[in-house]
């Protein structure tokens, strides 16, 4: 460096004074000068660089350096004879100077770079083309070096064929905005559509940086507007001005304000609300970024404050932002060899390289080649473990598209492993596992090899795998599905002594194991071994706790230390059932002292109307509504914890008329109640500790007894969408139903109202019978309607009317009409009429509790008590209690749905050849069972939409709809025993299984597990194949014909369940029926999201798409977001191909049996728009 600067100073720039010093700085460093050599001497003679050569050259000792002079010497001779009558000569030489010192560093940048300068001076353009070549076979080139060369080539002339690879080439080295902007403004001038090509992708490039991609932006905006050229009938050009305006708004950059000025300019007084908000949004953005943007400023584009900004833009997760910034990093920092490394080192970054080029189709060897770099890179176990992974199964999607040898992929698993475990440790490069239990599941499913895939499981457990129940009951799974039973049952004998976390788990799936493969004495054997081990973990626990309770304890240095012996033992097994005397609080102990006699009974806190706990507050008791009783006393200390303190406005001797207000919704504020009631003076609402959030309750003061009735009148009153519970502040007093319960001639009880109908538009309505003295719409507690309500009117006549109206229609529903007359509630002291629990007998002889009273002969009055009997015999009308019993059932049926089960039955039926009344009953069966089990599901995955309507639950409450499900069950079981005691059986054994696969779905998602496609599929069979098989095994009952549909029946629930997966992400009309991407809002496991998690390039545990599911989001943008990902990994593809092959082996299974066309109708339909 010090050499090249000497000979600049001396040769071209003639500075010699400057040279001098440089080069005895290059000399000797700090020592003194040479003798000899002066300023004074250099100063006599100072253009002439020979009497400056001789000068200094003889005190030099070094004979390189001697040398070294003597040919500047020789040199500087020549160029003082042909300067300045001939400089191209003197530029000659100079060439010559640095050729020469070329070969001795070609690789030098700045030489190179002084050398091509010099070169386009002279204007040798061709020979300073060559001198780039050159430079960029070494390494990549500086943007000013590639601006330079594009202008001379744009000067001479090039083709466009030449322009093109070149512009190719200088933004694959430097993706700056000086040369995008060379680029596009290039562009401009050959076709307006190959401009708007490079435009994309310049934006693409740097468009999203915040410091020039403002620019790129204005200049494409700029572009689109010159094609407008002001013509305003030129829609379509409008209509691309403004999408790009909308994707320019988006993106936060310095330039936004600009942007956005140009954007007003342009729309004029057509706002787009969607580009407003897009603007708005990214203005906000650009508050966090402009933070670092002015300390980039301030601290003159260090790279301590872009690493703090990278950090930020990583924790931002946007792949596209990380690589725009580390660009810009390096446009500002081309020479730090750390970011270039922290740069090339990104796995991230490696894998999407990796699996864009299996996108596009490149070569093998491509691939294989870009891999070698990769992993050069590693630089910690995660990411090492990522990027084999990514490799490591795009060669098994290789393998499987091509020869299906997967020797290749069972080698870079070794390899892997060996190397991971070397370069980061044997205990730390895989310490949760995964690589190698996918190795392993690779091993037993793609090598066939069981022997490897134990070795590696007994590797994983004998690392500190073993203590968890989950990893055994993994490995377990693996070897008895593509094991031996034998090899599974050795390993659940060794969970038994090692699991830790979980051992329940294992003792459970262990008994479960054996009974579904083991002999009686198989079956013995585990449960004694079981047994035993129980019995030795609870001694175990007992000894500990033992240890734990000793009196024998250290005295802490607070502890008494003279304390009587045995003092402490005696106080640690007395029992404590309240506070000790002394800690009694002040106002306890008082009222202890002046109230002796008996403690007074406590009582457990009443409830409201709606079954509200009210909080208990010590007032008088009242027989009546008086001012005296309504007067509220302060609350005692001992329930001042959940009480609002009193107003500190009234005083000791004030009367005050409270209400107590319930069913609130959290987030109330004093200021909400006061609006809606008349006369209030305080409002005292009970709050969650510290928190801002109240309990849904507390109490209002009112100025006089006249606000207070009114305050009551106002019952129900709506505040925030829920009915504020208005009642007297008396916990004593339950609150009676204030609506009469018998016949009212005059009342109408209204079913299948609308859940949007207002009382006015039901008052409108039957309004035309008759004058109508009231009308109330009946909501469940949260406020939303139950579709029901009341009508009053004036007269029985005008009742009568509207009763026997033959059609009432409102908001396109038909209404249901009938006198109101809610049953009565028996007395808590009442006994019912009737019962179907058997009395016990005074014999000690057991007898059986079941009625042996055949149904058939059973009297009216006994199926009117037994509601389940009315409608399950199908009486033409079921009671009232019935009526209300299954009205969430009723409403359930009566959604339109596909009937697909029925469907089925009836093309097995093709088949089996049964009775339509005998089928009709197992359609019935498995119906009822299939609608009750939507209900459950829909409470469990917290639905909102059911066939595009409202769940049950929202409807009629939760509680309410969970004991209906549970009831309709029930008939079910009750129509099987009609149908044959082996019915019953298949029915218990079926509906086992449905709830077996559906415990594991609950337990995959509220664990955030993510299962593989095996244990997935293993699911399907037994939750959607559970009535699948209930429905064909009943037929089969009562069938002369002989088949094994087994088989089928598997088939037919993974294509139904699977679609039913691909429809819920990316079908419109689903996301009509329930909601959009429902699957992601719930956190469910389906089909697609496991093999987009399963194939994810990043580690299983920070997988966008896990972390998706696990914040259970309802927000679109962020499922559209997930939904692409899940696309880009090809898992809808993969789908799609899962269905066609299943479709293949369903109609082939079809064909062996003998071929069904109902079936095969069944089929099509499934299939339409969705595989064919």
Same mark, same amino acid.
């Given at each position: 460096?010090?050499?090249?600067?000497?000979?600049?100073?001396?040769?071209?720039?003639?500075?010699?004074?400057?040279?001098?010093?440089?080069?005895?700085?290059?000399?000797?460093?700090?020592?003194?000068?040479?003798?000899?050599?002066?300023?004074?001497?250099?100063?006599?003679?100072?253009?002439?660089?020979?009497?400056?050569?001789?000068?200094?050259?003889?005190?030099?000792?070094?004979?390189?350096?001697?040398?070294?002079?003597?040919?500047?010497?020789?040199?500087?001779?020549?160029?003082?004879?042909?300067?300045?009558?001939?400089?191209?000569?003197?530029?000659?030489?100079?060439?010559?100077?640095?050729?020469?010192?070329?070969?001795?560093?070609?690789?030098?940048?700045?030489?190179?770079?002084?050398?091509?300068?010099?070169?386009?001076?002279?204007?040798?353009?061709?020979?300073?083309?060559? %001198?780039?070549?050159?430079?960029?076979?070494?390494? #990549?080139?500086? $943007?000013?070096?590639?601006?330079?060369?594009?202008?001379?080539?744009?000067?001479?002339?090039?083709?466009?064929?030449?322009?093109?690879?070149?512009?190719?080439?200088?933004?694959?080295?430097?993706?700056?905005?000086?040369?995008?902007?060379?680029?596009?403004?290039?562009?401009?001038?050959? !076709?307006?559509?190959?401009?708007?090509?490079?435009?994309?992708?310049?934006?693409?490039?740097?468009?999203?940086?915040?410091?020039?991609?403002?620019?790129?932006?204005?200049?494409?905006?700029?572009?689109?507007? %010159?094609?407008?050229?002001?013509?305003?009938?030129?829609?379509?050009?409008?209509?691309?001005?403004?999408?790009?305006?909308?994707?320019?708004?988006?993106?936060?950059?310095?330039?936004?304000?600009?942007?956005?000025?140009?954007?007003?300019?342009?729309?004029?007084?057509?706002?787009?609300?969607?580009?407003?908000?897009?603007?708005?949004?990214?203005?906000?953005?650009?508050?966090?970024?402009?933070?670092?943007?002015?300390?980039?400023?301030?601290?003159?584009?260090?790279?301590?404050?872009?690493?703090?900004?990278?950090?930020?833009?990583? @924790?931002?997760?946007?792949?596209?932002?990380?690589?725009?910034?580390?660009?810009?990093?390096?446009?500002?920092?081309?020479?730090?060899?750390?970011?270039?490394?922290?740069?090339?080192?990104?796995?991230?970054?490696?894998?999407?390289?990796?699996?864009?080029?299996? /996108?596009?189709?490149?070569?093998?060897?491509?691939?294989?080649?870009?891999?070698? $770099?990769?992993?050069?890179?590693?630089?910690?176990?995660?990411?090492?473990?990522?990027?084999?992974?990514?490799?490591?199964?795009?060669?098994?999607?290789?393998?499987?598209?091509?020869?299906?040898?997967?020797?290749?992929?069972?080698?870079?698993?070794?390899?892997?492993?060996? $190397?991971?475990?070397?370069?980061?440790?044997?205990?730390?490069?895989?310490?949760?596992?995964?690589?190698?239990?996918?190795?392993?599941?690779?091993?037993?499913?793609?090598?066939?090899?069981?022997?490897?895939?134990?070795?590696?499981?007994?590797?994983?457990?004998?690392?500190?795998?073993?203590?968890?129940?989950?990893?055994?009951?993994?490995?377990?799974?693996?070897? /008895?599905?593509?094991?031996?039973?034998?090899?599974?049952?050795?390993?659940?004998?060794?969970?038994?002594?090692?699991?830790?976390?979980?051992?329940?788990?294992?003792?459970?799936?262990?008994?479960?194991?054996?009974?579904?493969?083991?002999?009686?004495?198989?079956?013995?054997?585990?449960?004694?071994?079981?047994?035993?081990?129980?019995?030795?973990?609870?001694?175990?626990?007992?000894?500990?706790?033992?240890?734990?309770?000793?009196?024998?304890?250290?005295?802490?240095?607070?502890?008494?230390?003279?304390?009587?012996?045995?003092?402490?033992?005696?106080?640690?097994?007395?029992?404590?059932?309240?506070?000790?005397?002394?800690?009694?609080?002040?106002?306890?102990?008082?009222?202890?002292?002046?109230?002796?006699?008996?403690?007074?009974?406590?009582?457990?806190?009443?409830?409201?109307?709606?079954?509200?706990?009210?909080?208990?507050?010590?007032?008088?008791?009242?027989?009546?509504?008086?001012?005296?009783?309504?007067?509220?006393?302060?609350? $005692?200390?001992?329930?001042?914890?959940?009480?609002?303190?009193?107003?500190?406005?009234?005083?000791?001797?004030?009367?005050?008329?409270?209400?107590?207000?319930?069913?609130?919704?959290?987030?109330?504020?004093?200021?909400?109640?006061?609006?809606?009631?008349?006369?209030?003076?305080?409002?005292?609402?009970?709050?969650?500790?510290?928190?801002?959030?109240?309990?849904?309750?507390?109490?209002?003061?009112?100025?006089?007894?006249?606000?207070?009735?009114?305050?009551?009148?106002?019952?129900?009153?709506?505040?925030?969408?829920?009915?504020?519970?208005?009642?007297?502040?008396?916990?004593?007093?339950?609150?009676?139903?204030?609506?009469?319960?018998?016949?009212?001639?005059?009342?109408?009880?209204?079913?299948?109202?609308?859940?949007?109908?207002?009382?006015?538009?039901?008052?409108?309505?039957?309004?035309?019978?008759?004058?109508?003295?009231?009308?109330?719409?009946?909501?469940?507690?949260?406020?939303?309607?139950?579709?029901?309500?009341?009508?009053?009117?004036?007269?029985?006549?005008? %009742?009568?009317?509207?009763?026997?109206?033959?059609?009432?229609?409102?908001?396109?529903?038909?209404?249901?009409?009938?006198?109101?007359? #809610?049953?009565?509630?028996?007395?808590?002291?009442?006994?019912?009429?009737?019962?179907?629990?058997?009395?016990?007998?005074?014999?000690?002889?057991?007898?059986?509790?079941?009625?042996?009273?055949?149904?058939?002969?059973?009297?009216?009055?006994?199926?009117?008590?037994?509601?389940?009997?009315?409608?399950?015999?199908?009486?033409?009308?079921?009671?009232?209690?019935?009526?209300?019993?299954?009205?969430?059932? !009723?409403?359930?049926?009566?959604?339109?749905?596909?009937?697909?089960?029925?469907?089925?039955?009836?093309?097995?039926?093709?088949?089996?050849?049964?009775?339509?009344?005998?089928?009709?009953?197992?359609?019935?069966?498995?119906?009822?069972?299939?609608?009750?089990?939507?209900?459950?599901?829909?409470?469990?995955?917290?639905?909102?939409?059911?066939?595009?309507?409202?769940?049950?639950?929202?409807?009629?409450?939760?509680?309410?709809?969970?004991?209906?499900?549970?009831?309709?069950?029930?008939?079910?079981? @009750?129509?099987?025993?009609?149908?044959? #005691?082996?019915?019953?059986?298949?029915?218990?054994?079926?509906?086992? @299984?449905?709830?077996?696969?559906?415990?594991?779905?609950?337990?995959?998602?509220?664990?955030?597990?993510?299962?593989?496609?095996?244990?997935?599929?293993?699911?399907?069979?037994?939750?959607?194949?559970?009535?699948?098989?209930?429905?064909?095994?009943?037929?089969?009952?009562?069938?002369?014909?002989?088949?094994?549909?087994?088989?089928?029946?598997?088939?037919?629930?993974?294509?139904?369940?699977?679609?039913?997966?691909?429809?819920?992400?990316?079908?419109?009309?689903?996301?009509?029926?329930?909601?959009?991407?429902?699957?992601?809002?719930?956190?469910?496991?389906?089909?697609?999201?496991?093999?987009?998690?399963?194939?994810?390039?990043?580690?299983?545990?920070?997988?966008?798409?896990?972390?998706?599911?696990?914040?259970?989001?309802?927000?679109?943008?962020?499922?559209?977001?997930?939904?692409?990902?899940?696309?880009?990994?090809?898992?809808?593809?993969?789908?799609?191909?899962?269905?066609?092959?299943?479709?293949?082996?369903?109609?082939?299974?079809?064909?062996?049996?003998?071929?069904?066309?109902?079936?095969?109708?069944?089929?099509?339909?499934?299939?339409?728009?969705?595989?064919?």
């Amino acid at each position: 460096m010090q050499v090249r600067e000497f000979g600049k100073l001396l040769i071209i720039d003639r500075n010699y004074i400057l040279a001098n010093n440089a080069y005895m700085t290059m000399a000797i460093g700090n020592a003194p000068w040479p003798v000899g050599v002066t300023r004074s001497g250099i100063h006599q003679r100072p253009g002439s660089a020979k009497a400056y050569v001789s000068n200094i050259a003889h005190v030099l000792n070094d004979e390189t350096q001697r040398k070294y002079i003597q040919s500047f010497k020789r040199l500087m001779t020549r160029m003082q004879e042909y300067f300045p009558t001939d400089p191209s000569k003197c530029v000659e030489y100079v060439r010559t100077f640095f050729a020469f010192q070329l070969l001795k560093n070609p690789a030098d940048p700045q030489l190179n770079e002084e050398l091509i300068s010099l070169l386009r001076r002279n204007g040798d353009l061709e020979e300073a083309a060559e %001198a780039r070549e050159k430079l960029a076979a070494q390494g #990549p080139l500086s $943007s000013k070096l590639w601006i330079e060369w594009i202008q001379d080539e744009r000067s001479a002339g090039a083709e466009r064929e030449r322009m093109e690879k070149l512009f190719e080439r200088a933004v694959f080295d430097s993706n700056s905005l000086e040369i995008w902007i060379e680029l596009v403004q290039w562009a401009c001038g050959i !076709d307006p559509a190959f401009a708007r090509e490079k435009f994309e992708e310049a934006v693409s490039a740097v468009g999203l940086r915040v410091d020039v991609g403002g620019m790129i932006w204005q200049s494409y905006l700029c572009f689109e507007e %010159a094609l407008l050229g002001g013509d305003e009938t030129n829609e379509k050009q409008i209509k691309a001005i403004k999408a790009l305006y909308k994707r320019a708004l988006r993106v936060p950059n310095v330039d936004l304000a600009d942007t956005w000025k140009n954007y007003l300019e342009f729309a004029g007084e057509n706002l787009d609300e969607d580009i407003k908000e897009a603007h708005e949004a990214s203005t906000n953005l650009m508050k966090e970024f402009s933070k670092f943007e002015v300390k980039l400023a301030e601290t003159d584009d260090s790279v301590e404050a872009f690493y703090e900004y990278l950090n930020f833009e990583k @924790e931002k997760d946007d792949p596209g932002r990380i690589q725009s910034f580390y660009d810009r990093m390096l446009d500002k920092h081309p020479d730090d060899e750390n970011l270039w490394f922290d740069y090339g080192q990104c796995c991230a970054l490696w894998q999407q390289t990796l699996l864009a080029l299996e /996108r596009a189709g490149a070569a093998a060897a491509e691939i294989d080649e870009m891999w070698i $770099s990769a992993r050069e890179t590693i630089s910690s176990a995660d990411d090492g473990r990522a990027l084999y992974r990514t490799y490591l199964y795009m060669l098994r999607r290789r393998a499987d598209a091509t020869d299906k040898n997967f020797t290749k992929v069972a080698e870079v698993f070794e390899e892997g492993a060996k $190397s991971l475990a070397e370069w980061f440790g044997v205990h730390e490069w895989d310490q949760q596992a995964a690589y190698r239990k996918n190795w392993a599941y690779f091993a037993y499913t793609k090598l066939n090899d069981a022997k490897k895939g134990r070795q590696i499981w007994d590797d994983i457990l004998a690392s500190g795998g073993g203590r968890f129940a989950e990893k055994w009951i993994e490995a377990v799974k693996l070897e /008895r599905q593509f094991g031996t039973i034998e090899g599974a049952r050795k390993l659940l004998y060794k969970a038994l002594n090692s699991v830790s976390d979980h051992p329940t788990v294992v003792f459970e799936y262990f008994i479960q194991f054996e009974r579904e493969e083991g002999t009686l004495e198989q079956l013995d054997k585990a449960l004694e071994k079981v047994n035993a081990q129980a019995a030795h973990r609870a001694s175990r626990q007992q000894s500990q706790k033992q240890k734990e309770e000793s009196p024998e304890k250290k005295p802490h240095g607070k502890e008494k230390r003279g304390a009587p012996k045995g003092a402490e033992t005696k106080a640690v097994q007395r029992k404590r059932t309240g506070p000790e005397p002394d800690e009694s609080p002040p106002a306890k102990k008082q009222a202890e002292s002046s109230a002796p006699g008996p403690a007074p009974v406590q009582r457990s806190p009443s409830k409201d109307k709606d079954g509200f706990i009210m909080p208990m507050l010590p007032v008088k008791k009242m027989q009546e509504l008086s001012v005296q009783a309504i007067a509220t006393p302060a609350p $005692s200390a001992s329930h001042a914890a959940d009480q609002p303190a009193e107003s500190s406005a009234a005083s000791a001797n004030e009367k005050k008329f409270t209400v107590f207000v319930s069913n609130l919704d959290f987030k109330t504020t004093p200021e909400e109640v006061k609006e809606v009631l008349e006369g209030v003076v305080e409002v005292r609402l009970v709050y969650r500790g510290m928190s801002k959030l109240t309990k849904g309750y507390g109490f209002v003061d009112l100025d006089s007894e006249k606000n207070l009735r009114k305050a009551l009148a106002n019952d129900r009153i709506p505040i925030n969408g829920r009915p504020m519970l208005i009642s007297i502040n008396d916990p004593e007093k339950r609150v009676g139903f204030k609506y009469a319960t018998g016949l009212e001639k005059t009342k109408l009880f209204v079913r299948n109202v609308h859940y949007d109908c207002t009382e006015d538009q039901l008052k409108e309505a039957f309004s035309a019978f008759g004058k109508v003295k009231a009308v109330r719409i009946v909501t469940h507690i949260s406020g939303k309607p139950k579709g029901v309500a009341y009508v009053e009117f004036e007269t029985e006549e005008d %009742a009568q009317k509207a009763l026997e109206a033959p059609e009432i229609v409102l908001l396109e529903r038909k209404l249901h009409v009938a006198l109101s007359n #809610p049953p009565r509630k028996p007395d808590k002291t009442e006994h019912p009429a009737s019962t179907s629990y058997a009395v016990p007998s005074s014999s000690t002889d057991r007898k059986t509790a079941l009625s042996l009273v055949p149904r058939g002969v059973k009297t009216a009055s006994s199926r009117a008590t037994n509601g389940m009997a009315a409608k399950a015999n199908g009486d033409a009308v079921a009671s009232t209690d019935e009526e209300h019993l299954l009205a969430p059932f !009723d409403y359930i049926t009566s959604m339109p749905g596909k009937q697909i089960r029925g469907k089925l039955a009836m093309a097995f039926n093709v088949w089996l050849k049964i009775g339509s009344d005998k089928l009709s009953t197992i359609m019935e069966i498995v119906q009822m069972l299939h609608n009750a089990s939507l209900m459950i599901d829909d409470i469990e995955d917290n639905s909102v939409l059911r066939r595009g309507l409202p769940v049950t639950h929202h409807i009629y409450g939760t509680p309410r709809t969970i004991n209906t499900a549970n009831y309709v069950y029930f008939i079910a079981l @009750e129509k099987c025993a009609r149908l044959s #005691p082996k019915a019953v059986a298949i029915f218990a054994e079926q509906m086992l @299984e449905l709830h077996r696969g559906q415990g594991k779905e609950l337990f995959w998602r509220d664990t955030v597990t993510c299962p593989t496609e095996s244990e997935y599929e293993e699911m399907v069979i037994q939750k959607t194949g559970g009535l699948f098989f209930l429905a064909v095994r009943l037929i089969e009952l009562f069938s002369e014909e002989d088949y094994d549909f087994a088989n089928l029946l598997r088939l037919m629930a993974l294509f139904f369940q699977i679609r039913d997966d691909y429809l819920n992400l990316v079908s419109d009309d689903m996301a009509k029926q329930k909601s959009f991407a429902e699957d992601l809002t719930e956190g469910k496991f389906s089909f697609p999201i496991i093999h987009a998690i399963r194939s994810s390039p990043v580690s299983s545990n920070d997988d966008p798409v896990l972390n998706i599911l696990r914040q259970r989001t309802e927000d679109v943008e962020v499922k559209k977001y997930c939904i692409n990902v899940i696309k880009e990994r090809n898992s809808f593809d993969h789908t799609l191909s899962k269905l066609r092959k299943i479709s293949e082996q369903i109609r082939a299974e079809i064909s062996a049996l003998g071929g069904n066309t109902k079936l095969a109708e069944v089929m099509d339909l499934l299939e339409r728009g969705i595989i064919n």
